[in-house]
């Protein structure tokens, strides 16, 4: 029996997984004289087991509890729950993985296994020696969430939370909502009317009382954490005081300043006191302070005494829990298709200004006149893939949706006598009832050409489209009188500062990443920021519709749990020994510490846990909750000090990412040597080099370490520090006698799981080679520690 | 026409992709090249989006024995505007080192081959050549340079 | 530096020696001083190229060496040696194991490339210095509308060649225009001559893209034809006149090659100038040049 605390130690036979390899009976023999208890059990995570161990702690009044069986990754939470049930602390429970990472890997080996097994238990029990409880703090969310973007992305989620009893804040930076869906005038493929679809669900955003409609406004600033989120809001001057404001129009009609409107991608003019679209939400006015000339006709003329030229801008404040990004998208500028005569030739037009051409309440009325030209259209051309599946000039992406819009809008001509002719390399149809959309198309008689438009060439009135047919095996030279391009689609330039402001990564082509492709697709890499439309990639707009009502559901499960603070923090040890130099907030990759009155102040909810400040410290101020340095040397002391095995190899694993891989080799019985002891950690950069050369001085002949690939898993960012750490390690073993290369560091990936069967072996047989540390280095070593 | 899918070899594609030039294996078909091209306007069967799909299915017989590729001007107008980066002058290039190896080779540039390793130069120096050289003043230029053959060798 | 090692390439040496005459010395009176170097051959030509890339790059890599022993830049007269030796030396330069490859090869006759010198073509060179070029004209060629025609391999591609924009080049019509001619602008400016593609055994498929080309050349008002290389010299005079036997159509556009112009703008008559050698001549061009002077 030992002294304080009282430890109590389970070893799991595992049926006879462990058993047949490791000899347990001889393990728990061995360790029972050094702790208050000690059992084998037959299978611990049975319900027998674990009411025995739970009636043993509270007979026994154990404090610590350590089970030695399969992976933690298995039942630690079954476990943990269970004792905290009998007033065990999860802290102290000790979890020895003996199955996956001892018994299944060394079946020919059963004296090194068993050996190894009761090593590792030692290592726990050492461990749990020194462990003390910990509590996880708990953190409510500000239950608001703000919407950026007021497009048909942006008023689903809104409605949809607003439904759900949340308060939002949709902030648009136009004057209007409605996005891009507001200016076609019919959507595929059911041709339904866009704006009549719409403009409802316009209306109840504008009547929703849980919803603050912040319009002709951008987010200037966001600070804060998930959950806590401060936000400014720039609001531009409208002008127009929006509670006076009736919507009759008269400022608009005595206005004598036209520019162009960008409803009607400037093919048509508005004034500068305007409505984009009479639709509008709000249905208020707005002074375009850029055109106007201060005449000042709109004040005299507006009944209700609305307008105020002499408005400024102004920043609101706003504090939310979540944030949902909907800033859906623009085209790719047309300019820089240089080839396609965008802006040279008055008869190319985009897809977008073809969609206000055809809508009757657009510049031309609906007639099909190019407003460029004034002249009428009989012929029409679409060019598809114009700047979008090109590596070279434009974007590399298909852009999804051009090939059914443009056999939307082909149709729309169609019906109306216009001939028209599609362009393209592939048309692609990947949604419900789209085939049957593109036969109905054909059926209508338009006329395909498959072969890339290479370039256009002015003749007289029309456009020469020239491009080769491959089906018919010749080049082709089509006259038409008006050209239509189908540029790809990207995020707009707001969308990069937005993404910058709230810390989460775009990819190569400007969409924001998604937290994964396939199982995560509406979430950023950033807790509490989700996403939806087009902002994550091209997409339709039932695609968009789906994605707003998942992003909602997801804010309202995040601001639904209380926030779990996990009480594995850096720490100050005392704040005497920090003089305020601040390696570690260099050191941090969450940018988690600052330095306020010359200390160093961690915060909690920004720390990852990754360990990265704590070697970075030059006094050793810092420590860590739940992996102290007192834990983490008495676990090396405990695994090393009294194995009797050959050669002994202690590798730090990183516990997310390296240490299933590990598991995966487990699980698939490969053999590699049983000298291999591991200790899990959050990442390789919490190591000081202390550490290795107290694993040295304790008994270990090889140390590795096997981080994690950079980026990946919760700690991601840490992982990029270790490897330069590593280095420097390397070099100053040797000022200390130890060989640098006993000393491994590589990257381990969990595809590459029956890799490590080598790499552990390939280590293990060099140390073999070279023996054991001689006696006389770990003795210097252990006099230099102490 | 019916295709032969025996035909393909894909010995002859390994060597096109791990000596030459990989970049046609990126080629979608979109047809911008043979669109582009200067020669398809006076030779119509002159193709190069088919003569790139043939090299890419391996049909080595087939396009090494074909008389077109010895058709591209090398203007490179194609591989400006190819939306892939597909090479096509290289690949065309790289098609005709292969038809030589194969021993197709056309017959004014089995003459010029010829030339080259018999005196190190296109056109060679006749004595009427020489004559006028001189006259003008000009440098003798070496008939036959020697280095030429031990090179060739 | 004004002294260059002097290539000239077999072909104006062989079918075009009074040009080659006439080059030696215009760019003599304009302070450029040619070395002659024993043992340059042919560059090699892209027929070469087409028929074993690797024999191409040795020879072209001999030429190089040969240069580089004398630590002279080299300066050509035609488009195809400078395409040739100038991607050859590019790319040996930038790539080591290639280099040792074609250096293997050169052993064989004690040769070695090292990438020391610069491959320039005499319209670069003018360029650079165009207020000197235009201290020499005595004689601005008024009256002349001039078609230009780069070519292709001293354009292509652009990242190797950095010459001028493949798309729409202009130096030589500011070369032209350097001599008071005017340069005219037409349709298929940046369209091939059609030279290489008789190489290769196809003359019929090489006038019919020449006829577009000289066609072209017409409708934009041209009376003449500048080039900067000997084979479009020799396509646009003797293939004009082929091309003019075959189809019936009779251009009338005589070509003259760069330095020949700046020849005749530095005083020289046309005779002087060789233009009797020229298989293409035109009335109108001749009597502009008499109201010159």
Redesign the interface.
């Known amino acids: 029996m030992s002294g304080k605390p009282k430890i109590g130690v389970w070893v799991c036979e595992c049926g006879g997984n462990i058993g047949d390899y490791v000899d347990v009976q001889r393990v728990v023999e061995a360790i029972r004289p050094e702790v208050a208890y000690a059992r084998r059990e037959r299978y611990l995570c049975s319900k027998p087991s674990i009411e025995n161990i739970k009636r043993t702690v509270q007979r026994l009044g154990l404090e610590r509890v350590v089970l030695a069986c399969c992976t933690p990754k298995m039942h630690r939470e079954t476990f943990a729950s269970n004792l905290e049930e009998v007033g065990l602390n999860r802290a102290l429970l000790e979890m020895v993985n003996i199955r996956e990472q001892c018994s299944w890997v060394h079946k020919d080996d059963p004296e090194g296994a068993t050996q190894k097994a009761l090593d590792l238990i030692r290592g726990g029990i050492e461990r749990a020696r020194v462990s003390k409880p910990l509590e996880a703090k708990r953190a409510k969310s500000i239950p608001e969430v703000l919407i950026i973007g007021g497009g048909v992305a942006g008023i689903t989620a809104s409605l949809r939370l607003a439904e759900y009893g949340l308060r939002v804040h949709l902030v648009e930076k136009r004057p209007s909502i409605g996005g891009h869906m507001i200016q076609y005038p019919k959507v595929f493929p059911t041709l339904d009317c866009s704006q009549c679809i719409l403009t409802p669900k316009m209306a109840s955003v504008s009547n929703n009382p849980n919803i603050d409609l912040i319009t002709y406004a951008e987010v200037v600033e966001v600070s804060g954490v998930p959950g806590e989120f401060h936000v400014k809001v720039r609001l531009k001057p409208r002008g127009v005081n929006p509670d006076k404001c009736i919507g009759c129009g008269t400022c608009s009609r005595v206005c004598p300043v036209e520019v162009p409107s960008e409803y009607n991608m400037g093919l048509g003019p508005r004034k500068a006191a305007y409505i984009p679209f009479p639709q509008a939400v709000p249905s208020v006015y707005t002074i375009d302070f850029e055109a106007c000339t201060r005449c000042g006709k709109c004040v005299e003329a507006c009944p209700r005494d609305a307008i105020n030229l002499d408005d400024e801008e102004r920043i609101i404040e706003l504090d939310v829990g979540a944030i949902i990004l909907a800033t859906g998208f623009e085209l790719y500028d047309a300019n820089d298709l240089p080839r396609y005569g965008y802006g040279r030739y008055p008869q190319v037009v985009t897809s977008l200004e073809m969609e206000r051409i055809l809508d009757v309440n657009g510049p031309t009325g609906g007639q099909l006149i190019n407003p460029k030209t004034g002249k009428e259209f009989k012929r029409v051309a679409y060019i598809l893939c114009a700047g979008s599946r090109d590596t070279e000039n434009g974007k590399p992406y298909c852009s999804r949706v051009c090939c059914l819009y443009a056999l939307k809008q082909a149709q729309l001509l169609l019906d109306r006598g216009v001939e028209v002719w599609i362009h393209y390399i592939d048309i692609r149809t990947p949604g419900r009832r789209y085939e049957e959309f593109y036969l109905e198309t054909q059926r209508k008689g338009a006329l395909f050409v498959k072969g890339k438009v290479v370039e256009l060439i002015p003749e007289g009135d029309r456009i020469i489209v020239r491009g080769e047919d491959m089906m018919l095996n010749r080049i082709v030279e089509n006259p038409v009188d008006l050209v239509v391009i189908c540029p790809p689609v990207i995020v707009t330039d707001e969308t990069h500062k937005l993404a910058e402001m709230l810390r989460i990564p775009v990819d190569e082509d400007g969409f924001i990443l998604e937290r994964h492709p396939k199982l995560d697709p509406v979430a950023t890499k950033r807790d509490g920021v989700f996403a939806c439309g087009m902002v994550l990639g091209p997409k339709d707009i039932q695609t968009t519709t789906a994605e707003a009502e998942a992003a909602a559901m997801k804010a309202v499960n995040f601001l639904s749990a209380e926030r779990l603070i996990e009480p594995n923090k850096a720490y100050l040890i005392d704040p005497e020994l920090c003089d305020g130099c601040g390696e570690c907030v260099e050191a941090c990759p969450e940018a988690a510490i600052s330095i306020v009155d010359g200390k160093a102040v961690i915060n909690e909810v920004l720390c990852s846990g990754c360990g990265a400040c704590i070697p970075a410290c030059p006094k050793g101020a810092l420590d860590q909750q739940g992996l102290t340095e007192e834990q983490l040397k008495a676990q090396i002391r405990g695994i090393l000090e009294r194995s009797e095995a050959d050669v002994k190899i202690l590798a730090f694993v990183e516990r997310e990412v390296v240490y299933t891989a590990v598991d995966l080799a487990g699980l698939a019985r490969l053999e590699y040597p049983s000298s291999i002891r591991i200790i899990p950690l959050p990442s390789m950069s919490r190591l000081k080099l202390e550490h290795i050369l107290y694993a040295f001085a304790y008994g270990a002949d090889g140390v590795m370490l096997l981080e994690a690939p950079e980026h990946e898993g919760p700690y991601g960012k840490a992982h990029v520090i270790s490897e330069e750490r590593a280095d420097d390690y390397r070099w100053e073993l040797e000022d200390h006698g130890v060989d640098s290369f006993r000393l491994w560091y590589s990257r381990v990936y969990v595809p590459d799981w029956r890799k490590l069967k080598k790499v552990f072996t390939t280590f293990h047989d060099m140390i073999a080679d070279e023996g054991p540390l001689d006696d006389e280095t770990r003795a210097q070593l252990r006099e230099e520690l102490d | 026409m019916i295709v032969d899918v025996e035909e393909i070899d894909s010995r002859f594609l390994r060597r096109l992709k791990s000596e030459f030039d990989e970049s046609y294996l990126s080629c979608f078909q979109c047809g911008v090249c043979s669109a582009s091209c200067?020669?398809i306007?006076?030779?119509g069967r002159f193709n190069p989006r088919r003569l790139v799909k043939m090299a890419r299915l391996g049909f080595k017989d087939r396009v090494l024995s074909s008389e077109y590729i010895?058709?591209c001007?090398?203007?490179?107008l194609c591989?400006?505007r190819c939306p892939q980066g597909v090479r096509i002058p290289e690949v065309m290039?790289a098609l005709?080192?292969l038809a030589?190896e194969e021993g197709y080779?056309?017959?004014?540039?089995r003459r010029?081959?010829r030339l080259?390793v018999e005196s190190?130069?296109?056109?060679?120096?006749d004595d009427f050549?020489a004559e006028?050289?001189a006259e003008?003043?000009?440098?003798e230029?070496?008939a036959e340079?020697e280095?030429?053959k031990?090179?060739?060798g | 530096m004004r002294r260059y090692a002097f290539f000239p390439g077999?072909?104006i040496?062989?079918?075009q020696?009074?040009l080659?005459?006439l080059s030696?010395r215009i760019l003599g009176e304009l302070g450029v001083e040619l070395v002659?170097v024993?043992?340059f051959?042919?560059c090699?030509?892209?027929?070469?190229?087409?028929?074993?890339?690797m024999?191409w790059r040795?020879?072209a890599a001999?030429n190089l060496s040969l240069a580089e022993e004398l630590g002279l830049d080299i300066l050509t007269l035609c488009n195809g040696c400078l395409y040739t030796l100038r991607t050859v030396n590019q790319e040996l330069k930038g790539d080591e194991e290639l280099r040792g490859r074609v250096n293997d090869?050169l052993s064989?006759?004690d040769r070695e490339f090292r990438g020391l010198i610069r491959v320039r073509h005499f319209a670069e060179i003018l360029i650079e210095d165009l207020e000197r070029m235009k201290a020499h004209v005595e004689r601005p060629l008024e009256g002349l509308r001039i078609a230009c025609h780069t070519g292709?391999?001293i354009l292509?591609?652009p990242e190797v060649m950095g010459f001028d924009d493949?798309y729409d080049p202009v130096i030589l019509d500011e070369l032209v225009e350097a001599l008071g001619a005017e340069a005219v602008d037409y349709d298929l400016k940046t369209?091939?001559c059609?030279w290489?593609?008789s190489?290769?055994?196809?003359r019929e498929?090489s006038e019919?893209?020449l006829a577009?080309k000289l066609n072209s050349m017409r409708r934009g008002g041209a009376t003449a034809i500048a080039v900067i290389c000997p084979q479009c010299f020799h396509q646009f005079d003797v293939g004009q006149a082929s091309a003019a036997r075959r189809l019936g159509i009779e251009y009338r556009l005589p070509v003259f090659y760069y330095l020949e112009l700046l020849a005749l703008a530095m005083g020289f008559s046309l005779d002087e100038v060789g233009y009797r050698y020229h298989r293409v001549r035109s009335g109108e061009v001749e009597e502009a040049l008499e109201v010159i002077g």
Request: charged share 25%.
């Open positions: 200067p020669v306007e006076i030779e010895w058709l001007s090398m203007c490179l591989e400006e290039t005709r080192n030589v080779i056309p017959e004014p540039m010029i081959q080259l190190g130069r296109l056109y060679p120096i050549t006028e050289r003008r003043g000009l440098p230029v070496e340079p280095f030429v031990r090179l060739a | 077999c072909f040496q062989v079918r020696p009074h080659e005459a030696r002659d024993e043992g051959t042919c090699p030509e892209a027929v070469t190229l087409s028929v074993d890339k024999s040795v020879m001999r090869a064989v006759i292709c391999h292509s591609p493949p369209l091939c059609g290489t593609l190489t290769y055994g196809s498929a019919r893209l577009s």
